[in-house]
């Protein structure tokens, strides 16, 4: 099916793009949405118009969001969460968290569905993408530290692993390593 976009559609095209999509797509979501029209002869000439307009409003989101998203890039969000001993995350910190925080933190309304990250399970610094419009994607920085921690401590902790195979002999190697450091004392 061939549409011709009427608005910016995220990972699809901007306005005035045609695009051939699948038929439930088309069907079910882009057109009772009013993001497209089918691309009919009579539609197709009316691209140049299309392309204008949103080429207009574009520039007045990009000018409006201008300001935030120059705040927004300077802004580090940081999540106290449980985790374990490796650094994994007892849940996760999802977009719904990142977006709660930031429309606390910027006084503007973030949605999470303009989060582009993934959940984040281990501890560290992480970053993600605003997409406020399909021009402007600032950057944030998120933190994720141990609850009870300070936030330096953010960096995900080097945990020794024991070594494979290590039977008998090697334990009895580690006992008589041991053993001197014991007498020394």
């Known amino acids: 099916m061939k549409v011709l976009l ?3 559609v995220y990972k699809l095209g901007r306005a005035g793009d ?6 439930g797509y088309g069907r079910n979501f882009l057109i009772p949405q009013g993001f497209a029209v089918l691309a009919t002869e009579g539609a197709l000439k009316q691209v140049q118009k299309i392309k204008a307009q949103a080429e207009v409003r574009r520039s007045s989101q990009n000018q409006e969001l201008k300001g935030l998203a120059d705040a927004l890039k300077d802004v580090t969000l940081t999540f106290a969460a449980k985790a374990g001993d490796t650094g994994k995350l007892y849940g996760s910190i999802t977009t719904q968290d990142i977006a709660t925080a930031l429309t606390e933190q910027v006084r503007f309304e973030v949605k999470r569905q303009q989060v582009d990250t993934q959940p984040i ?3 560290g610094e992480f970053t993600a993408h605003v997409r406020l419009t399909m021009d402007l994607v600032p950057e944030i920085k998120i933190i994720v530290h141990r609850e009870g921690e300070a936030a330096e401590h953010a960096e995900p902790e080097q945990v020794e692993k024991p070594k494979k195979g290590g039977g008998r002999k090697a334990k009895e190697e580690e006992v ?10």
């Open 121 to 123: 399970r281990t501890l």
């Open 6 to 8: 009427v608005k910016d």
């Open 176 to 185: 008589a390593a041991e053993e001197p450091a014991a007498t020394a004392e």
């Open 18 to 23: 045609i695009k051939k999509v699948a038929d």
